[in-house]
Nanobody, 119 residues
């Protein structure tokens, strides 16, 4: 099992920045690909970004491309999501997820952290 704990959420104004962290513990050798998802009130959960083990491969949703950056520090078993130029439409609960590889579904999920962006 892999346990994921997100942190770093909060209330900010439009244009501000936040950095989310996702700390992994447990059988951390069993995951390779890590991702961030978000779910706004009344909406389905959507993909935000993902990163492979080495960090050499990243992928972003069009809505965050150029504003968000995903990274990871394997020595600390932690993934990050740097969010810049935040917009009110970025308001959501952000979830960290992990999986063995990009060939399977994400099967480990954190509890989520709230990000609220005000005008």
């Amino acid at each position: 099992q892999v346990q994921l704990v997100e942190s770093g959420g909060g209330l900010v104004q439009a244009g501000d920045s936040l950095r989310l962290s996702c700390a992994a513990s447990g059988r951390t050798f069993s995951y390779n690909d890590m991702g961030w998802f978000r779910q706004a009130p009344g909406k389905e959960r959507e993909f935000v970004a993902r990163i492979n083990w080495s960090g050499g491969s990243t992928y972003y949703a069009d809505s965050v491309k150029g504003r968000f950056t995903i990274s990871r520090d394997n020595a600390k078993n932690t993934a990050y999501l740097q969010m810049n130029s935040l917009k009110p439409e970025d308001t959501a609960v952000y979830y960290c997820a992990a999986r063995r590889s990009s060939l399977v579904e994400y099967n480990y999920w954190g509890q989520g952290t709230q990000v609220t962006v005000s005008l």
